[in-house]
C-alpha cells in the first residue's frame, strides 16, 4: 500500500524526451526526489525513432553514395549492392536495443530518480495524476512530451496503413517503391536513403519549394541533389486523395495526376497537444498548439517546460539547451536566460544543409538595412577538387556589422556551420570576420568569398 510520502515528490517531469530525462537525472543526482514518468520509451523520439537511428540510416545511404562516386574520382569498386538488412540490424541492435528502454531506465534510476510508465497530466498547481493515481510536487512540474506525425486531413488518408517515422524507422525490409508527403527535414532526409537503397521515391511538397523554412538557394540545390539519387520531387502541388488497395496506395494531386507506391510516408511536421498533459489547467487555452514559455521555459508559477511543445525548434540540441535553464531555475543557480537568436539547425541530407539564426527573408522582414553574401561552393578551391555542390550564404545586419544568419550548405555542411554559429551567436563584427585567416583549401574558405560580397 502507497503511503503519502510515495506519492509526493519535490519535482515531477512528465515526458521524458532528451530534456526531460536529463531535467529528471540531474535533479535527482542533485539531490532532489524526482518522479519521471513517460508513457512509453524513456529517452523520448531521438534515440528510438528520431535523430540517432535516422543519422545511422543516412550513414549507412552515404557510404553507398560515397562507393559509388569512386567511378569517375579513383577507378572502380564493382557493383554496390545495398542491403538493408545491415542497417536494420545496427538499427535493432546497437541504436535501439529492439525498441527497449532498460538501459534509460536504469540510467535513471541509478541517478537517484522514480521512474514510472504512464501517462501523466497536471490537475492543477503542484498536482499530477498518472494512469489515475494522484501524486504531489512540492517544488514544481516540469513537461516534455514533445510531439506526434501530424497527419493532413487528406480524403482517405487515416483509413490507409500510411507510415509515419515510427514504422518507416523500424522496417525490417523497404518497398520497391515509397511516395513522401512533406518535404521537409524528414521527408528530404529518408527519402534520400530510400533512394540510395534502391527505393523508386516520390516526394510530394505541398509549399513552393522543399526544406522551404531554408534560404531558396538551398532549396534549388536539394532538389537537383535528390534528382541526381533518381527521386521525383513534385514541390507546390498537394495531395488531395489517399487509397490503399490492399497492395497499393494511389495518391491523387490537386493537378488531377496519380501516384502509385507500395508505401506512403507521411512526414507532413509534427503536432504537440499541451492540453493532453494538463496545461490548460494552468493558464494555457486548450486549443493552443504550443505551451508559451517565458526565458526560464516557464509556462506558470511551479510548472516548466521543454522541448518541441514549446515551439522554439523542434530539435534536440534546443530540448537539452532548455533542460539546462531549467534545471538552473529549478534549483535557484544563476545563468542566462533562453537565447534563440542563433538558433543552428541541419538537415542531414548529402549535402548537408546547416543554417543559423535568420534567412535572407526572414531578416529583411525584420530589419532596416540588410545585405548579403552567397559563395557557390564550386567555386571554393576545395569544392572544386571535391566536386562538391553547396553554398554559403551569409546574412547580414547592415546596421549594426553583424551577421544575423547563415547557411553552410555541402559535404560536412553542419559541422561548417559551427563557425558561422559562433560569428552570429558572439555578434561577432564583420569587420572583424573579414580580417580572420580562412585555411586553404577548405570549404569554409567560402565564408570569407561569401563575407567579401557584404556592402
Ligand atoms: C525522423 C526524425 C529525425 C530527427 N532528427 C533530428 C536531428 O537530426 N537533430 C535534431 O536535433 N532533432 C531531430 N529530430 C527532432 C527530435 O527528435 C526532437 O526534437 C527531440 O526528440 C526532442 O523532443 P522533445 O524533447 O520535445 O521530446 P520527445 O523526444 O518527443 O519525447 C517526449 C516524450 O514524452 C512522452 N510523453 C508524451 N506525453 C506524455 C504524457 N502525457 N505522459 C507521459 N509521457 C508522455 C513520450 O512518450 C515521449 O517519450 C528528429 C525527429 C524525427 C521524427
Ligand atoms: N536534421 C534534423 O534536425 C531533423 C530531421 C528530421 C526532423 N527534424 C525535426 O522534426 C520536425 C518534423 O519534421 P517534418 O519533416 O515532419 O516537418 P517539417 O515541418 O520540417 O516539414 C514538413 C513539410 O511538409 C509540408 N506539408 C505540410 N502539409 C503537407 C501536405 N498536406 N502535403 C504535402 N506537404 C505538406 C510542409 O510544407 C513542410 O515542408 C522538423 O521540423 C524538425 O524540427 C529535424
Known sequence: MATDTDHTFDVIVIGLGPGGEHVAGTLAERGLRVLAVDRNLVGGECPYWGCIPSKMMIRAADALAEARRVEGLAGSVGEVRPDWSVV?????????????????????????????????????QGSVDVDGTAYTATKGVVVNPGTTAAVPPIDGLRDTPYWTNHEIIEAAELPASLVVLGGGAIGCELGQVMARFGVEVTIVEAAERILSAEEPEASEKLVDALEADGIAVRAGVGAEKVSHDGSTFTVTLA??????????????????????????TVGVPADSHTAPVDDRCRVADGVWAVGDITGKGAFTHVSMYQAGIVIRDVLGDDGPPAEYAALPRVTFTDPEVGAVGMTESQARDQLANVQVGVTPLGETTRGWIAKADGLIKVVADADRGVLVGATAMGPAGGEVLGALSVAVHGEVPVDRLRSMIYAYPTLHRGIETALGQLG
Request: aromatic share 2%; net charge neutral.
Open 88 to 124: 536494420a540490424k545496427r538499427l535493432r541492435e546497437e541504436a535501439t536495443d529492439n525498441w527497449n528502454d532498460q538501459v534509460a531506465v536504469d540510467r535513471l534510476t541509478g541517478k537517484g530518480a522514480t521512474v514510472l510508465h504512464g501517462t501523466g497530466r497536471i490537475t492543477g
Open 255 to 280: 493537378d488531377g495526376s496519380t501516384l502509385q507506391a507500395e508505401r506512403l510516408l507521411v512526414a507532413t511536421g509534427r503536432r504537440a497537444d499541451p492540453a493532453a498533459v494538463g496545461l490548460d
